[in-house]
């Protein structure tokens, strides 16, 4: 810590970050990197979409990471008969007091799990688009904020579409990122079994490595790491490259320009460092932006996918030279 302001730098950011990740994966085997981008999600502020099969860690993910930071933490199962109501809260009367109170939400929370997000209707999945973008919930007699930090985790199964709602572009939109668990490898499930079998229970208890202010103070540091006007062009440009590609129906906005500069910001304070290169925004720029594009329909039956789209744009794009040992920025 900064002794004359109190502030966090990016050294002390990437070391309590690494601790972070150490706690967690006592209990998640063998997904290091997964891991990394939902952290990269959280110090940039930002709500992830989990999208992978059933059975590989989506649920432990979010509690381990509530568990590791101290966060308050809510688990939402999202079924078709699930209501705006179930998810904001509402205003009940309250026999006792003869008065009509609100009632708060599971929404009201530090990291919302939304499981399987896409199983709820429309008009249920759009009542989180306000708490979303703008941190705030509106009921019967106002709106009322949402206590920073706010992080919703989504999961959502591909594999089944009976009985899903596929999220609309305007909700997938505002989440920073989009990433896969995948399957563990070989040794890291044996490793997954042999643990097991030495705690004799299935929970593995974490320790809090940060609470709530620490993790807050973490959030302001990214905000200071330092980006040079070049590395703003390459962000634009590789943005741009989308929106002008064959390949591409609709493009990312600049809501998705955005996005891969927070979180290129957030890679850059996780190496310890006070300013991004461009390796920071090419390594985030597929989670960042292959869910915010449309393809064209010829190109589902070659099975090309937006991932490898943006992979080309990225290839397309000259990458700028910027200089070790960039200034921070005041």
Not at 43 to 67: C, M, Q, W, Y
Not at 92 to 105: A, I, L
Not at 148 to 161: G, K
């Amino acid at each position: 810590m900064n002794a004359d302001d109190g502030t966090l730098s990016c050294a002390e950011l990437a070391e309590r970050s690494e601790r972070i990740l150490q706690e967690i994966e006592r209990a998640v085997v063998g997904k290091h990197d997964a891991l990394e981008l939902v952290l990269l999600g959280l110090l940039a502020n930002g709500h992830v979409l989990i999208e992978d099969n059933p059975g590989l860690a989506k649920t432990l993910i979010a509690r381990s990471f509530a568990a590791a930071t101290s966060l308050r933490f809510t688990r939402v199962q999202f079924t078709p008969d699930l209501m705006p109501a179930d998810i904001t809260g509402s205003n009940v009367y309250d026999q006792q007091r003869g008065e009509v109170s609100f009632r708060p939400g599971p929404i009201f929370t530090n990291i919302l799990l939304g499981d399987e997000i896409n199983r709820a209707p429309p008009k249920t999945q759009a009542a989180l688009l306000e708490a979303m973008q703008e941190r705030q919930v509106t009921v019967e007699d106002g709106t009322r904020r949402l206590e920073p930090p706010f992080l919703v985790l989504a999961t959502q199964n591909p594999i089944e579409y009976e009985g899903t709602y596929p999220l609309p572009e305007a909700q997938l939109d505002r989440f920073l990122l989009r990433i896969a668990v995948g399957y563990p490898d070989v040794e890291a499930e044996v490793e997954l079994l042999a643990r097991r079998l030495a705690r004799d229970r299935d929970e593995v208890e974490l320790s809090a490595i940060v609470d709530r202010a620490q993790l807050i103070a973490m959030q302001q540091a990214v905000e200071r790491v330092y980006v040079a006007d070049s590395v703003v062009r390459y962000i634009v440009a590789i943005a741009a490259a989308t929106r002008s590609s064959p390949q591409v129906q609709v493009g990312a906005s600049p809501r998705g320009t955005l996005a891969l500069l927070g979180l290129a910001r957030a890679r850059a304070a996780l190496d310890g460092r006070d300013f991004v290169v461009p390796d920071d925004v090419k390594s985030v720029a597929v989670p960042a932006l292959a869910h915010r594009i449309a393809l064209r329909p010829e190109l589902w039956i070659k099975h090309v996918a937006a991932g490898d789209v943006i992979g080309e744009c990225l290839a397309s794009v000259p990458a700028p030279v910027v200089e070790p040992g960039a200034p921070a920025r005041t």
